[in-house]
């Protein structure tokens, strides 16, 4: 081979490695610009949702308003003084 086709060779191998990084990083900054368009939008979701307003429901837990102090498991528990330790 001559130095001429040696230098061609290299110069094409130079240019094609050349074209791929301009696609790649072109290629990642578009993916940069798409994450921030997305958290743009997320940020101005959130601002435009604003604060929770506060509703006056009524307590969730009704039956403390109707039964308080009424513990289920010690009324309704049938073998709350059956158990007996068979090893003693």
């Excluded at 061609?8 to 094609?16: P, Q, S």
């Excluded at 578009?30 to 994450?35: D, G, I, Q």
């Excluded at 009524?58 to 039964?67: Q, T």
């Excluded at 513990?71 to 709350?80: Q, S, V």
Aim: glycine share 6%.
């Amino acid at each position: 081979m001559s130095k001429q086709t040696i230098w061609a060779i290299g110069g094409i191998a130079v240019l094609v490695i050349g074209i791929a990084m301009f696609f790649y990083i072109r290629e990642r900054d578009n993916e940069l610009k798409e994450e921030e368009r997305s958290l743009r939008d997320l940020e101005s979701a959130v601002q435009e949702a604003g604060r929770i307003p506060n509703l006056d429901l009524p307590s969730a837990n009704a039956l403390n308003e109707v039964a308080p102090g009424i513990n289920p498991i010690e009324e309704a528990n049938p073998f709350k003084n059956v158990y007996e330790n068979p090893f003693e």
